[in-house]
Nanobody
């Protein structure tokens, strides 16, 4: 199995920054997995935020976060990060980490999911 544990969420003012972390563990976790971040706002569907391939050489972002968010990973620590800058109230959501074999922006590409961490941006 694979366990993903997110951390780093919290309450921040508009324009502020947060860094989310996702620590992966488990017998079947592979450093060759692609990693992604998704988010779900209250009453809305879960949507793609960012993804990174296994080596960190390729990344992709949702248009709404391009230029503000940066995804990275440290394979020695089995950890993926999401640096979020210039936060806006519309970034408020539960943020989920995901792991899978395909570097894609779709939820169906990921096999393993964390429990999520709340990010709230006040205006």
């Amino acid at each position: 199995q694979v366990q993903l544990v997110e951390s780093g969420g919290g309450l921040v003012q508009t324009g502020g920054s947060l860094r989310l972390s996702c620590a992966a563990s488990g017998r079947t976790f592979s450093r060759f997995f692609a990693m992604g971040w998704f988010r779900q706002a209250p009453g809305k569907e879960r949507t793609f935020v960012a993804a990174i391939n296994w080596s960190g050489s390729s990344t992709t972002y949702a248009d709404s976060v391009k230029g503000r968010f940066t995804i990275s990973r440290d394979n020695a620590k089995n950890t993926v990060y999401l640096q979020m800058n210039s936060l806006k109230p519309e970034d408020t959501a539960v943020y989920y980490c995901a792991a899978g074999r395909n570097f894609m922006a779709t939820m169906s590409s990921y096999d393993y999911w964390g429990q999520g961490t709340q990010v709230t941006v006040s205006s």
